[in-house]
Structure formats: C-alpha cells, structure tokens
C-alpha cells in the first residue's frame, strides 16, 4: 500500500532544465564575459554530468578558451554557479516555469486523500524554494511531509542517498514508497533504494533508458501514451487512483515473478 508520493523537481515538476536553468547558465556566461555560449543540445549532453558546477567544470575541458589552470577554472566555475543560481531563482520567481500539465492535479489527490508527500532531489534548497513558492507562496512546504534536497543529501542521483533519507524522514518501508522521476539516474536512485518508480518524460530525457520504471508515460496530463496502458480514457489526466492501481499490479507481479515487474 502506497503511503506517500515523492517527487523529484527537475523535469518532473516543471521543464526547469530547458526553460530555467540552461537560460540562467547562458546569462550568467554573459553577465561575466565568459567567451561560450551552452545550446540546447550542448546541455542535453552536459546533463549526463550530475550536478551544474561539476558540468561547468566537465565542460571546461574542451573549452579552449577556459582557463589552463585547475584552481583558475574551480575559481570560475564557483563565480559562475553562484551567479547561475540567482539568476534562475529571478526565472522561477517571475512565473516562467509552469508547472508541467497534471502535477497540479496530482497534488490535489493527494491532499483530498490524505496522501503524504515529499519533495526528493538532489538540486539546491534555493532552487526548490523559488519554483514551488512561485506557485504556491511561502508556506509551500506545508503541502509536503518532507523536503529532501542538496543539502540533506549531497550524493547527487543515481546514488539512492536521497531517497533512503526520505524514506528514514517519513518512517516508511520501500514499498509504501512511490517515486515519479524524469530521468535514468533519478530511477537508478529510487529503485537502488526499492522504491518503485513512475517516469514522466521530459524534454531533454524523452528516449532515456528507464528500465526499472514501474510505469512510463509522456505526461501526467494526459493518460495517453502510457505503458502499462493507463485506465482512464485518453483526455484524462493521471490520478493518484491511476498511480495506486499500477502500484498494486507491480506488487503482484513482483510476488509471483520478481524478474517480470518493470517496464523500459
């Protein structure tokens, strides 16, 4: 029996990466005069590196105009990523990053059932605080039974460090756990830690390898798309209803075959 959803942010609750953090990147380069600009397939790329300053960093290895030396380009990275960050708290705080299409309606569920929830991710308190309370003001974390992040557990994804501290915050078992992920390493980590995992794909991780995923799906707007095909007709958005059914069908399947419980 499920007991509580845990959300990751980037991706899953909104197209941060593409629509905040990738801007916020290009404006700190230039606010700077750093000499290179990330695209948008640059960035796809550099999100296989966990974690903005290790990505500057990473980056700076085939920049030839980046500084030679070591300590020179930490230096630069730390005045970029600290620059990076204010900037994308002013992106998230104006409004420009939505909530993507059935989150809003997720959260209600689960409010209207008495369903815990928690905030798990391994991006900045910083960050989580100027998305969530654009949306839904300064006591945001009200909604949540608990809000892990960056500083609670500094092993970015797919280390399960984040989710195992979820799951000792809110006193529960793996399985009454259920995790909703957009990407390879936020499943790595959930399912490391044996707790089952929905995806909702996102823009920069639509073909990402997901095996593991309990259920995968283009959005939670919609029930279209969805494998194992969801119950709702196509024009309805994925409940909590939805999610328990999927979970309980996981569990069978995992009693009566262990190695037939995931979808890719």
Not at 188 to 196: D, I, L, M, S, W
Request: glycine share 8%; net charge neutral; proline share 4%.
């Amino acid at each position: 029996m499920i007991r509580a959803i845990l959300w990751d942010v980037d991706g899953t609750l909104a197209e941060t990466e593409r629509d905040g953090h990738l801007v916020a990147f290009n404006r700190a380069f230039e606010a700077l005069e750093v000499p290179w600009r990330w695209s948008a397939a640059r960035y796809g790329e550099l999100l296989a590196v966990a974690g903005g300053r290790e990505r500057l960093l990473h980056d700076m290895q085939s920049q030839t105009l980046a500084p030679a030396d070591g300590a020179q380009r930490a230096a630069l990275a730390d005045r970029i990523h600290r620059l990076k960050n204010e900037l994308y708290a002013g992106i998230a705080r104006s409004g420009a990053l939505p909530l993507r299409a059935g989150v809003a309606g997720l959260f209600r569920d689960c409010a209207e059932a008495g369903m815990r929830m928690a905030i798990v991710t391994t991006t900045s308190a910083a960050n989580v605080d100027a998305l969530l309370g654009a949306h839904f003001g300064a006591d945001w974390r009200s909604r949540f039974a608990a809000v892990l992040c960056a500083e609670q557990a500094p092993q970015k994804k797919p280390d399960p460090q984040v989710y195992l501290r979820a799951l000792q915050a809110l006193r529960l078992r793996a399985h009454e756990a259920l995790a909703i992920e957009d990407a390879s390493a936020g499943v790595a980590a959930a399912r490391a830690a044996g707790v089952a995992v929905v995806v909702v794909r996102s823009f920069y991780f639509v073909n990402a390898d997901v095996a593991g995923a309990m259920a995968v799906g283009p959005s939670l707007g919609s029930a279209h798309g969805w494998m194992p095909l969801a119950d709702a007709a196509p024009a309805q958005r994925i409940t909590l209803s939805q999610l328990i059914q999927w979970h309980k069908l996981q569990r069978a399947d995992a009693r009566a075959a262990p190695s037939s419980d995931c979808v890719g």
